[in-house]
T-cell receptor
Framework: DQQVKQNSPSLSVQEGRISILNCDYTNSMFDYFLWYKKYPAEGPTFLISISSIKDKNEDGRFTVFLNKSAKHLSLHIVPSQPGDSAVYFCAASARKTSYDKVIFGPGTSLSVIP | DTGVSQNPRHKITKRGQNVTFRCDPISEHNRLYWYRQTLGQGPEFLTYFQNEAQLEKSRLLSDRFSAERPKGSFSTLEIQRTEQGDSAMYLC????????????FGQGTRLTVV
């Protein structure tokens, strides 16, 4: 029962172009969403988050969009840089019931080609 | 402070043996999390401590698994009678009262059960 889905295991993008990573969820109780980035041999690093009361959150080159009706969110990276090559995990939590329990998706491996 | 420290980094054990992993969180972080990650999957929540109190446990944490945080500082995760299915990366994270969005992950302990 995968509550957070990332249907693209991998993605390749040219440097300078936009990277779009997608995520779908099934649990309507989720009200907070996060993206983590992971380099090999390191633990995941928090990147950006969005509350369900918003539909967009931006931080520098990173923007997360949330479509609650479709239970879909996406992470946009513009412009993409080679250093962005990593595995990106979408994650979600239902803060009203379990503030600190976060459900992760399987990840999308992004390769930014110079 | 050098971040979240996990020891050992790698552990190979024979099926049926007991293993114990240690996590030293960032100083003054009162929240501590354990996750398990298998190949091609995102981290799966195992358990969460606030100070020394274990506040939530996943049903993934069978009776062979036990976690402690005796003085609200470091934590240990013990697996008894290991099985090949226990082979995974075990990740620890800690955070201040801001919760999982403020969490810092360690590099993990990779367990291989042979």
């Amino acid at each position: 029962d995968q509550q957070v889905k990332q249907n693209s295991p991998s993605l390749s993008v040219q440097e300078g172009r936009i990277s779009i990573l997608n995520c779908d969820y099934t649990n309507s109780m989720f009200d907070y969403f996060l993206w983590y980035k992971k380099y090999p041999a390191e633990g995941p690093t928090f990147l950006i988050s969005i509350s369900s009361i918003k539909d967009k959150n931006e931080d520098g080159r990173f923007t997360v969009f949330l479509n609650k009706s479709a239970k879909h969110l996406s992470l946009h990276i513009v412009p993409s840089q080679p250093g962005d090559s990593a595995v990106y995990f979408c994650a979600a939590s239902a803060r009203k019931t379990s503030y600190d329990k976060v459900i992760f998706g399987p990840g999308t491996s992004l390769s930014v080609i110079p | 402070d050098t971040g979240v420290s996990q020891n050992p980094r790698h552990k190979i054990t024979k099926r049926g043996q007991n293993v114990t992993f240690r996590c030293d969180p960032i100083s003054e972080h009162n929240r501590l999390y354990w996750y398990r990650q298998t190949l091609g999957q995102g981290p799966e929540f195992l358990t969460y401590f606030q100070n020394e109190a274990q506040l939530e446990k996943s049903r993934l944490l069978s009776d062979r698994f036990s976690a402690e945080r005796p003085k609200g500082s470091f934590s240990t995760l013990e697996i008894q009678r290991t099985e090949q299915g226990d082979s995974a990366m075990y990740l620890c994270a800690s955070s201040p009262p801001g919760g999982i969005t403020e969490a810092f992950f360690g590099q993990g302990t990779r367990l291989t059960v042979v």
